[in-house]
């Protein structure tokens, strides 16, 4: 089996990082990956670095038609078995299936986010494709919700090799790069400095917490465009000796066991794999009952869920957290086993590679994972 992926995005976020755990397990079971993606994208290089066959497209915005053609050329050129669409970035979701419809090979995408569309929409976007792969139940709902056939739409869940993730920390090194020496309890935040992920929320909150724990600090990981209107929030309450914005993190994985809390405010989030990062390293969570997000939090055992944009209810659940040490340690124990139990790279792995073995009508084999 050949497999083609597209991916579309020009940064090494969760969604690319899924993408090559797939194909870097796939390959492990015998199936023969190749790689498109835009040039000057992070992916790229890491994918060859790693032995996958890659090829690029220009990466500009407006491509529309022009993007089609492309996919279509490279399908023409390397005849996969099967495409496999991972991102929306560029409109990808929506020509790939199409350049591969026009040349008679089978296609996938997967949805990686929550928001609603319009049924014509989701009608028009999917038509083309034998499959869509959900990476949460949340987004199955919402597919499902807009008038996807359910025999179309499968949950193969965003995973991480847990086994790279440690819970152990470093206070002094952890103190000193973030600067954080009269810090007594820190809260991360991972995830991309945008609306929908909830950053002003917390902040909101910020003073009242500061009256019952002076010694808080929170962490900012990620980049976006709202990065201006949130420091500019943050300098108007009188709160920047609290917050630092520390920015994308390649060795974020080094100081996640660091963090006492996780706090995932989000608005509306696809599954939230920094959540599962986070589960894996043992942190306690609080996040909202959006979308993906309870498959990985689940309430009072790893975490606590409220209501996304009540902040009433996410002060509660944050001042509860950072005054139990000892729900702190228990819900982070529970987290780390939750996700060796459903949320490994086998178990998406494998997934995806029944998918498209159903899809090819190849008998299922059993998994020869090392």
């Known amino acids: 089996m050949k497999v083609l992926h597209l991916e579309s995005g020009l940064h090494l976020y969760g969604g690319a990082k899924q993408v090559l755990y797939i194909m870097q397990g796939l390959t492990q079971r015998g199936i023969e990956n190749q790689l498109l993606c835009a040039r000057g994208s992070a992916i790229g290089p890491t994918a060859e670095s790693a032995g996958i066959e890659t090829h690029y497209f220009k990466s500009r915005k407006g491509l529309g038609f022009s993007l089609y053609k492309e996919i279509q050329q490279t399908l023409q050129n390397q005849h996969p078995d099967l495409l496999h669409v991972h991102s929306r970035r560029l409109g990808a979701d929506f020509w790939g299936g199409r350049a591969a419809r026009k040349m008679g090979i089978p296609s996938i995408v997967s949805r990686r986010v929550d928001n609603p569309e319009a049924r014509w929409i989701v009608?028009?976007?999917?038509?083309?494709?034998?499959?869509?792969?959900?990476?949460?139940?949340?987004?199955?709902?919402?597919?499902?919700?807009?008038?996807?056939?359910?025999?179309?739409?499968?949950?193969?869940?965003?995973?991480?090799?847990?086994?790279?993730?440690?819970?152990?920390?470093?206070?002094?090194?952890?103190?000193?790069?973030?600067?954080?020496?009269?810090?007594?309890?820190?809260?991360?935040?991972?995830?991309?400095?945008?609306?929908?992920?909830?950053?002003?929320?917390?902040?909101?909150?910020?003073?009242?917490?500061?009256?019952?724990?002076?010694?808080?600090?929170?962490?900012?990981?990620?980049?976006?465009?709202?990065?201006?209107?949130?420091?500019a929030s943050v300098d108007n309450l009188g709160l920047s000796a609290y917050v630092t914005f520390a920015g994308f993190r390649e060795d974020l994985l080094d100081w996640l066991g660091?963090?006492?809390?996780?706090?995932?405010?989000?608005?509306?989030?696809?599954?939230?794999?920094?959540?599962?990062?986070?589960?894996?390293?043992?942190?306690?969570?609080?996040?909202?009952?959006?979308?993906?997000?309870?498959?990985?939090?689940?309430?009072?055992?790893?975490?606590?869920?409220?209501?996304?944009?009540?902040?009433?209810?996410?002060?509660a659940a944050v001042h509860q957290l950072l005054s139990d040490p000892g729900m702190r340690q228990t819900m982070g124990h529970h987290g780390r086993q939750l996700v060796a139990d459903e949320f490994s790279t086998e178990v998406m792995v494998e997934g995806n590679l029944a998918c498209y073995r159903a899809l090819l009508n190849l008998p299922s084999q059993p998994s020869t994972d090392p």
């Open 123 to 231: 009608a028009l976007k999917y038509r083309p494709y034998r499959r869509v792969i959900a990476i949460s139940e949340g987004i199955r709902r919402v597919l499902l919700a807009a008038g996807m056939p359910p025999d179309k739409v499968i949950t193969v869940r965003s995973a991480i090799n847990y086994k790279e993730i440690s819970s152990t920390c470093d206070r002094t090194a952890f103190q000193a790069q973030f600067h954080l020496r009269d810090a007594r309890l820190t809260i991360g935040v991972i995830a991309q400095l945008i609306e929908r992920k909830g950053h002003r929320h917390l902040i909101r909150i910020l003073p009242e917490l500061l009256v019952s724990h002076p010694g808080l600090r929170v962490i900012f990981f990620g980049q976006g465009p709202k990065q201006s209107a949130l420091q």
């Open 258 to 315: 660091c963090l006492d809390l996780v706090v995932h405010p989000a608005d509306k989030e696809g599954l939230g794999v920094s959540l599962v990062q986070a589960a894996a390293a043992s942190r306690p969570i609080v996040a909202t009952q959006a979308g993906g997000m309870p498959e990985i939090v689940r309430d009072h055992f790893n975490g606590l869920l409220v209501e996304p944009g009540n902040t009433t209810a996410l002060l």
